[in-house]
């Protein structure tokens, strides 16, 4: 069974601050996927990255970092220096079905990031 | 941008009473889903279709689900009688051809209380 797992409910940090967000996942497929979504207040889910893995080389995007290590089943999201704008719940996500179109994503509980100006 | 566009974006009804939830994915899209999120929870997978079938389903996703194409445009999820616990958050979700990120593109989601 699949597992996504976000320990940390709830983090502040002040603007300008670089932030991590932590993801832990269980599969027992070799061939899967990952996934970051941010959920504004809005509410919608936003797409931040996709990685398979078989691609281990971490991904910079901005502002954006993401850092995948399979020896220890993670895949931890780190914004740099953060901004009021990045404030929003923020989702890990798990999917291990390789076909394309089957995106049953397994998501984890989300980690609430609140940047204080 | 193309969006996902869900309506209505909050629903309240009586336990018991059928809902029917909207979405409009976005044109070119083949693949479609449905996610849930109770509130306060994590996100959960309900459902998804491709060209005009069911694809994968959850545990969650019973008889009283069911999901339709109606035309080219919209894709619906019913629930034939409503419980307590299904006042969740349901998203809509579509994936486009050939795209190979997987980016599934999430509407706003439509608010579901029943009473």
């Known amino acids: 069974a699949q597992k996504v797992t976000q320990a940390q409910t709830e983090i502040s940090v002040v603007e300008k601050e670089d932030v991590t967000l932590d993801c832990v996942y269980e599969t027992r497929d070799t061939t899967y996927y990952l996934f970051w979504y941010k959920q504004p207040p809005s509410g919608e889910l936003v797409f931040l990255i996709r990685r398979n893995s078989f691609d281990e080389q971490n991904e910079i995007s901005g502002r954006y970092s993401w850092n995948f290590q399979k020896s220890t089943s993670s895949f931890n999201f780190t914004i740099t220096a953060s901004q009021v704008v990045d404030s929003a719940v923020y989702f890990c996500a798990l999917s291990d079905t390789p076909n394309f179109g089957n995106e049953k994503l397994t998501f984890g509980t989300g980690t609430r990031l609140t940047i204080i100006p | 941008e193309p969006e996902v566009t869900q309506t209505p974006s909050h629903q309240v009804t009586q336990m018991g009473q059928e809902v029917i939830l909207r979405c409009v994915p976005i044109?070119?899209?083949?693949?479609f889903y449905w996610y849930r999120q109770i509130l306060g929870q994590k996100v959960e997978f309900l459902v998804s279709f491709y060209n005009n079938e069911i694809s994968e389903k959850s545990e969650i996703f019973d008889d009283q689900f069911s999901v339709e194409r109606p035309d080219g445009s919209n894709f619906t999820l019913k629930i034939r009688s409503t419980k307590l616990e299904d006042s969740a958050m349901y998203f809509c979700a579509s994936l486009g051809p050939g795209g190979n990120t997987g980016e599934l593109f999430f509407g706003e989601g439509s608010r579901l209380t029943v009473l």
């Open positions: 044109s070119n899209h083949l693949y």
